[in-house]
């Protein structure tokens, strides 16, 4: 799964959606992306000027040539190479690692989202053991100064609010130990958007501490969304470095309310997708099943079929042994001592394996017991 090459666009990645797999973020510009689920490892690669948001991850999160980007991740390993002027909001179950980086500024996580917690969960990451501060730079000298700065103030939250799916959430405790507390609006009004996108690296803004009336919530005089959206203007939020100055804010479909039935149109498609997958895969999961049922009882009567053949062929090839052991198995006969010595012998036995052996030894037996007499 992937987000490739990509201008200008805000990109969704849905709760449900990636369950787990792994995803690659790469050659974007001016782009914003929600990872709102968690997945196994992830790459960031070439992206320019972006807002990358990245829920949690089993395994390694690598960011590769990024410049000029805002990012919240949370993975069991995070490393950066060749990475210029980003901004990082860090859960790092391990230490981080920066390689080739210059103007890194990383602060503790500071993401929520609906479903989060459930995620840490699943990815195998205790929200209890975050090491983002523990950052290793493999370009610092020797007690020198390191090539990032390190945020230990509490930040405003990038919250991400999703209709129909709760309230946002983050299990990981803040850097002074505090936790996240969802923004809850009184009855009859709207809390204002926090720059939710700001991890304390911009000038800061509203706190989302004060409340608007509902008839007319305005921000500096501009509209505010509807509490449960994402507004227009959530990924502007943080100062002008990400995105940069020029950039448009490109709506990701997700902006807008929900429908009458109360089910956004984005979940109703992701759902959607998601069950057809689920049938596919179960299709082609019965169809691999009545293949191989067949090709085991084609085995089956193959194995059958030759174990009768060779039980038919040992038991005519005992058939005819016993036929061919002539006369020798009903006793000697003859009139004397020299007859019945010679009846004892089948001289016309033809056996595949040599001579018969056994009609000779029961000749000398019989001599044995009977010594010829003179005739």
Known sequence: MEFVGLKGETLVKAPGSINGESFSIKHLEECSVFILDYSSEVEVADCVNCQIFIGPVDGPALFEGCSNCQVAVAAHLFKANACS???????SSTQPALSGCTG?????????YPGATQHFAAANLDPQNNQWNKVYDADAEEGGAPNFELLSEPAPYW??????QGPPESPV???????YQPTAAPAGEVPAAAPAADFGFGDGGYDGSEAVPAAAP????????????????????????????????VGSGMLEP????????????????????????????????????QAASRYLEGFYGRRNQSKEERIRAGREALEGKGNGESGPTGTNEY??????????????????????????????????TAA
């Open 173 to 179: 405790p803040g850097p002074t130990g505090a936790m």
């Open 258 to 293: 929900a429908a009458a039935s109360g089910e956004h149109p984005r979940v109703a498609a992701a759902k959607q997708q998601l069950q057809q997958r689920l049938k596919d895969q179960a299709t082609k999961e019965g169809e691999s099943k009545a293949a191989l049922q």
């Open 85 to 91: 002027t980003c901004e990082f909001g860090l859960y």
């Open 339 to 372: 007859e019945r010595v010679v009846s004892l012998i089948d001289f016309n036995l033809q056996r595949p394996s040599g001579t018969d052996l056994s009609r000779f030894k029961s000749v000398l037996f019989t001599c044995k017991a009977k010594p010829p």
């Open 104 to 112: 890194i500024r990383i602060a503790c996580w500071s993401g929520a």
């Open 218 to 249: 305005t921000e500096n005089g501009a509209p505010v969304s509807p509490a449960g959206a994402i507004p227009d203007d959530f990924l502007m939020a943080g100062g002008d470095h990400i995105p940069s100055g020029d950039a448009p804010t």
């Open 159 to 164: 919250e991400v609010p999703l209709e129909g």
